[in-house]
């Protein structure tokens, strides 16, 4: 079954889908692991280019200077409460995925999930790596595991989520105030790590605010011409999954296999990751 209702309006409505067999990793894609494909490639990610003012659909001398230089959203925790995430979601020059934080902050772990990234980085590392990303339903059925639903927040040793008041107390009774190397937490009964929490993960579907209750064999999602999302109206963003490091109770109950939001596809984030799956075992 597809989906959870009861908690978000945009993950239903419930629906009873198949999927064909398919492969995928253990865990996100590593910093160590894209280090490699770089290496190997010499790519250079859209965070480390010059921003096109036309993304912004206003004339250039209108856009602050700052924006148009390389660099990516970064979670900044603001000094008193809020409910307003621009309060803490600012665009750092500078920041990619080898510097997570901005040039100033600490150079990425190879051992944590690689963030910072645009859908078309993420679809040039899953080629060189011999995969794709996944679907929807295919990463929603791998994080489920035949689990029950549940809307409680995951307890400390089965996922990285926020422990106290988002965005200004965290208790970090996890044992991270940030993002977790992979593998630290318990696997679900598929053998995977970190399906929910730790870095939201991306899809390869459309996004549209609910399911298409007809959609349900092998489902792809809605079209690019069809897809909507209410926050990004003027993009076609993708599905990312499983919440994120920074979601809390009182904030985001998105800790959860069923949790989706849309992901705009030009843009990285600090809190935000993939997994490889694959039609033939890697």
């Not at 989906?3 to 064909?20: F, K, M, N, S, W």
């Not at 309060?87 to 040039?103: L, S």
């Not at 794709?132 to 996922?159: C, F, H, K, L, V």
């Not at 009182?250 to 989706?260: E, F, H, I, L």
Request: charged share 20%; aromatic share 12%; hydrophobic share 30%.
């Amino acid at each position: 079954m597809m989906g959870q209702e009861g908690v978000y309006a945009e993950e239903g409505p419930l629906r009873d889908t198949r999927v064909d067999t398919f492969w995928i990793d253990p865990h996100e894609v590593t910093n160590r692991q894209f280090a490699a494909f770089v290496e190997a490639t010499e790519y250079v990610t859209v965070a480390e280019k010059p921003v096109d003012p036309a993304v912004f659909g206003v004339p250039a001398d209108q856009i602050p200077t700052d924006l148009l230089h390389p660099g990516s959203a970064v979670f900044t925790p603001p000094d008193r409460p809020s409910n307003r995430y621009t309060d803490w979601w600012k665009y750092v020059p500078g920041a990619y995925w080898r510097k997570p934080y901005g040039p100033s902050g600490p150079d990425a772990q190879g051992n944590q999930p690689v963030v910072h990234l645009a859908w078309e980085d993420m679809v040039a590392y899953a080629n060189w790596a011999g995969g794709r990303i996944p679907t929807e339903a295919e990463w929603e059925y791998a994080g489920n595991a035949n689990a029950e639903p549940y809307t409680e927040q995951p307890d400390s040793e089965s996922a990285n989520s926020w422990q106290g008041l988002f965005p200004i107390v965290n208790e970090e009774t996890d044992g991270f105030k940030g993002i977790a190397p992979v593998g630290c937490f318990r696997p679900n009964a598929n053998g995977l790590h970190d399906m929910v929490g730790n870095v939201w993960e991306v899809t390869q579907d459309f996004y549209n605010p609910g399911h298409n209750p007809e959609d349900t064999d092998n489902p792809r999602g809605p079209g690019a011409d069809t897809a909507h999302d209410p926050y990004n109206p003027s993009l076609a963003t993708r599905v990312m999954k499983g919440g994120s490091y920074l979601c809390a109770p009182n904030y985001c109950q998105r800790y959860r296999p069923a949790s989706r939001q849309g992901r705009d596809p030009g843009m990285g984030a600090s809190n935000v990751g993939f997994r490889v799956a694959y039609d033939e075992a890697p």
